[in-house]
């Protein structure tokens, strides 16, 4: 198998209060942890935002990618992906994800059966199975 993209990113300083950027410069953001975990917060960004955006635009993409095929029109959509960090009683750590998927003018069916396909094809979606949880919702 052959791969369609490679990219690479690199994190520097101080993990999660450090930097991270793209090989090619197009990201390039500081890093803080959030307040809510005792760190700085403020305006700088956290690994979880960065998941969250990531698998946001992949499924929205995945997803009108899927109702191109089924031949279902959306005027709209939107894709929220909300990530939560959680402690384990091990010691280490995990996230839990819940997609809700904004799609005004459709079915609720049809707009179900849309977020259950694309769930099956995005490959974020592909990553996480069976290592995190991840909540599918579908508004119209």
């Known amino acids: 198998m052959s791969a369609l993209y490679t990219t690479e990113a690199v994190s520097t300083g101080d993990g999660r209060?450090?930097?991270?950027?793209s090989i090619d410069g197009v990201l390039d953001e500081m890093l803080a942890i959030p307040e809510?975990?005792?760190?700085?917060?403020g305006s700088k960004t956290n690994p979880e935002q960065l998941?969250?955006?990531?698998?946001?635009?992949?499924?929205?993409?995945?997803?009108r990618l899927i109702a191109g095929q089924q031949k279902v029109r959306l005027t709209e959509s939107a894709v929220q992906s909300t990530v939560s960090l959680f402690a384990l009683d091990s010691g280490g750590f995990n996230?839990?994800?819940?997609?809700?998927?904004?799609?005004?003018?459709?079915?609720?069916?049809?707009a179900d059966q849309l977020v259950r396909t694309t769930h099956e094809v995005c490959p974020?979606?592909?990553?996480t199975?069976?290592?995190i949880d991840v909540v599918l919702q579908a508004t119209v």
Request: hydrophobic share 35%; proline share 4%.
């Open 124 to 127: 974020y979606s592909n990553a």
């Open 17 to 21: 209060n450090g930097e991270v950027r």
């Open 51 to 63: 998941f969250a955006a990531g698998y946001a635009a992949c499924f929205h993409n995945g997803l």
């Open 95 to 110: 996230l839990a994800v819940t997609l809700t998927a904004h799609l005004p003018g459709l079915d609720q069916t049809t």
């Open 129 to 131: 199975r069976g290592n």
């Open 36 to 41: 809510e975990m005792g760190g700085p917060g």
